[in-house]
């Protein structure tokens, strides 16, 4: 079982920055996969960006790639999201999951019903 952590959000400006942080506890795997999403009341949760926990290769929703920068510090069993010139359309919650039934060739999965853990959620919101 894996559990999740989510931290950083916070209101900012357009055009600001900001690091989210999901600590995860549990037994992880190198096979897992890590993803950050997010959803707006109303709308689907929207896959944001996900990363191997083994090799870090990375994928992005093409919306963010200019943006947005996601990593994992295998030691402090960490991922990160590193959001840059934000703009109002990125406010949503922001969730961490893991998709622990991914297999070592699979790539990265883009949606939720892949992922079998979730972290609590942290709020962003980008102002005009």
């Known amino acids: 079982q894996v559990q999740l952590v989510e931290s950083g959000g916070g209101l900012v400006q357009a055009g600001d920055s900001l690091r989210l942080s999901c600590v995860a506890s549990?037994?992880?795997?190198?096979?897992?996969?890590m993803a950050w999403f997010r959803q707006v009341p109303g709308k689907e949760r929207e896959f944001v960006a996900g990363?191997?926990?083994?090799?870090?290769?990375?994928y992005y929703l093409d919306s963010v790639k200019a943006r947005f920068t996601i990593s994992r510090d295998m030691f402090k069993r960490t991922v990160l999201l590193q959001m840059n010139s934000l703009k109002p359309e990125d406010t949503a919650v922001y969730y961490c999951?893991?998709?622990?039934?991914?297999?070592?060739?699979?790539?990265?999965?883009?949606?939720?019903?892949?992922?079998?853990?979730w972290g609590q959620g942290t709020q962003v919101t980008v102002s005009s």
């Open positions: 999951a893991a998709d622990t039934r991914r297999h070592v060739d699979d790539p990265v999965h883009t949606t939720q019903e892949a992922y079998d853990f």
């Open positions: 549990g037994q992880i795997f190198g096979t897992y996969g």
């Open positions: 990363i191997t926990w083994r090799a870090g290769t990375p």
